[in-house]
């Protein structure tokens, strides 16, 4: 049934429908907010984009309450608007695409119901709820699931619209004041955040180690969480719950390991896609299907769906097939989470180069079938299959160092701490989008712990125009007392 709005906006304006339900003819009045046509879609898809959204606030109409892990990749091209969006829904994890309309109506007005490309839609969200509301369906027949804005945004619409229409985009709102805050400022406040940053990963790894007291294990998940990049983290961390350590080290054959990590993530192609690729492709992955039915029998596995996995816009060396393989040999014997990973690191931090060390324990390199492929399906031009430089010290800066700084804390050795801390400070920085536009205002990183102070400023701070509570705003915004 349509979900109709309890609480009519006051400027209203009256549609009036005719229906003919057997021999009588039913009048009904909708009302609807004189401007609501008039905003634009871009708006709503930047809330959305944005999680303009207050924590914890978001349901769908059926009541069931909604996490957002990721609102998806803006779609440039036609289909859904952003694509591959990872949501918690009650219960379960939906990994699929989401549409988004000023009302309800506009999927049935864009004849989204018709067309097969929006059968991957796993969310509806309107800023507005009309009278078909609660009541969309797919192309396949499906019910879609739907959420409603207006009742979860942070602020009024009035000024999100506001500041949509006036935010010059990405920039920073103190970008035009950045060069009169003195530097000095500006280093130590980076300083704090990436300790600020440090410590909250700290607290989460503390977290997980109160409720499964085993290093190996915390290394291990967050080693695969962070091969999975920023938009397979999620897919990544769910696959090292489905597949814990404890069951891979019961495998030493690197076929069976990328048998079991690609099997159980839903990653081995159907037969069926293998009609284009060529005998070897054929017998590979052929051959990893055959051991991941022994495999799933055995211990009970149950694949994920294919379409967690986020493969849009990612470099062919970040997609997840390759990335599972190279999990696969970091858990085969010589890799670093076959054994002793913990003692094999602590050893490396006594090295006289314990960053080269590192690197090398994190060393993967998978079979020979990966010199020429990046996914299952086809071949690609020929490359190196191992691990990259970048990568590896994205591992130590993300799961390694701070897998270690929770083992120094135990072992109550400040020293040890100050060690790791120290290895961040050697460890080049991180150029992304973020700390991109702190270097085009002159305040670039030197190495990743002031990239991750930039971040965690970005993150924390930035997004949300915390400038009150940033000393960099404050210095602009207040005056000194005379
Ligand atoms: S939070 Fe600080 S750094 Fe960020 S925009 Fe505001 S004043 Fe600038």
New binding site residues.
Partial sequence: MPHLDPEPPRHTLSVRHFYALDETVYELALHEPATRRALPEAFVQDLWQHQRIRPGALRTTTGTPVEVLHPGAPNPDGGPDFLHARLRIGELLWCGDVEVHVDSSAWFDHRHHTDPRYNSVVLHVALYPDMWTGGLLRADGAVLQEVTLYRCLEAPVRRLLHDFHTRPDDA????PH?PDVPADLRTEWIEALARERLEEKTARLEEAFREEPDLEALLYREVLTGLGYAQNAEPMADLARRVPLSLARRYADPLDLEALLAGTAGLLPEPADLLQSDRATVDYVMDLRHRFERLAARHGLEPMTRVCWQFFRLRPANFPPLRLAQAAALLAPGGLLHDDPIGRLRDALTDADPLAAMRARLQAVPGPFWQHHVRYETTSRPHSPALGTTRIDALLVNAVIPVMRLWARREASPALESHLLGLLRRLPATPNAVTRLYGALGTRPSNAWESHGLLH??RT??RH???L?????RH?LIPPAV
């Fill in positions: 920073l709102l103190c970008a950045w400023l970005h701070r930035c125009a915390r400038c509570s940033c000393p960099i705003g602009i």
